[in-house]
């Protein structure tokens, strides 16, 4: 398998979570091969799970009156806080023939790469079944699959210098002041790169992307203008409407 490495272009949440569904598709169709690519936001977001109820994730209120877009995603799994340059998600494009069937078998096999290039930066981490890499102080990111006929995109978001206070403000129901003891709960929960590592985030992107040169072929490009355009129509009549966002 030879892999384009996209590592360019910055996208608000709900064009990031189009371009998802546009290049799964693409490589379903044979219009490209198997593809990496490293996310750039412009903004804080909230993307949810493509199971889970808007009401019941967020602190609506909070997310609202700060402006913070809340964009269903297209894969399942749970509701996560995110902001520019504060954490790092990257995206795999593959057919079915370059994917483990079995899907913990598969967790282990896209992510474990990742792995070694937070070890090489100096952070001990480890995979946790099912789809979970993680430090001993707690968890640094999480992974989630989409499996379609032609295709399977699997995603991981990993925190590098996240506002865990903030993170608990908007991800629950409600206006009341936060504890310390909830706080500090939560930071044992999860784990933030900077607390183990002196390494920019720029420098873990290009461990990153050595490792993956490791472990596959690789080739670097970009989107072409015409997938930025599909990804902005579809993030404009699916993923930018309340419709599509809030419809559980």
């Given at each position: 398998?030879?892999?384009?490495?996209?590592?360019?272009?910055?996208?608000?949440?709900?064009?990031?979570?189009?371009?998802?569904r546009?290049?799964?598709d693409?490589?379903?169709?044979?219009?490209?091969?198997?593809?990496?690519r490293?996310?750039?936001?412009?903004?804080p977001?909230?993307?949810?799970g493509?199971?889970?109820?808007?009401?019941?994730?967020?602190?609506t209120?909070?997310?609202e009156?700060?402006?913070?877009?809340?964009?269903?995603?297209?894969?399942?799994?749970?509701?996560?806080?995110v902001e520019p340059?504060?954490?790092?998600?990257?995206?795999?494009?593959?057919p079915?023939?370059?994917?483990?069937?079995?899907?913990?078998?598969?967790?282990v096999?896209l992510?474990?790469?990742?792995?070694?290039?937070?070890?090489a930066?100096?952070?001990?981490?480890?995979?946790?079944p099912?789809n979970?890499?993680?430090?001993?102080?707690?968890?640094?990111?999480?992974?989630?699959?989409?499996r379609?006929?032609?295709?399977?995109?699997?995603?991981?978001?990993?925190?590098?210098?996240l506002?865990?206070?903030r993170?608990?403000r908007?991800?629950?129901?409600g206006?009341?002041?936060?504890?310390?003891?909830?706080?500090?709960?939560?930071?044992?929960?999860?784990?933030?790169?900077?607390?183990?590592?002196?390494?920019?985030?720029?420098t873990?992107v290009?461990?990153?992307?050595?490792?993956?040169?490791?472990?596959?072929e690789?080739?670097?490009?970009s989107l072409?203008?015409?997938t930025r355009?599909?990804?902005?129509t579809?993030?404009?009549?699916q993923?930018?409407?309340a419709?599509?966002?809030?419809?559980?």
């Amino acid at each position: 398998m030879t892999l384009r490495v996209i590592t360019d272009g910055t996208y608000s949440e709900p064009v990031q979570q189009a371009l998802e569904r546009v290049l799964a598709d693409k490589v379903a169709a044979g219009d490209i091969g198997p593809t990496l690519r490293v996310w750039y936001r412009d903004a804080p977001a909230v993307p949810i799970g493509r199971f889970q109820s808007y009401e019941d994730e967020v602190a609506t209120d909070y997310v609202e009156r700060h402006d913070i877009d809340v964009v269903r995603r297209a894969t399942g799994g749970g509701a996560m806080y995110v902001e520019p340059g504060a954490v790092l998600t990257y995206s795999l494009y593959l057919p079915p023939e370059d994917v483990p069937d079995d899907v913990a078998d598969s967790y282990v096999y896209l992510d474990q790469w990742a792995i070694d290039a937070l070890q090489a930066v100096g952070i001990d981490a480890s995979y946790e079944p099912l789809n979970d890499i993680v430090h001993a102080d707690g968890k640094l990111g999480g992974a989630a699959q989409l499996r379609t006929d032609g295709a399977v995109l699997h995603h991981t978001t990993m925190s590098y210098d996240l506002d865990i206070e903030r993170m608990l403000r908007v991800l629950r129901i409600g206006e009341e002041k936060l504890s310390d003891k909830a706080v500090a709960s939560a930071e044992k929960r999860v784990a933030v790169m900077t607390d183990h590592t002196d390494a920019s985030r720029a420098t873990i992107v290009d461990a990153l992307v050595a490792a993956i040169g490791d472990t596959f072929e690789t080739r670097r490009g970009s989107l072409s203008a015409a997938t930025r355009e599909a990804a902005r129509t579809l993030a404009a009549e699916q993923f930018d409407t309340a419709a599509w966002t809030r419809k559980l």
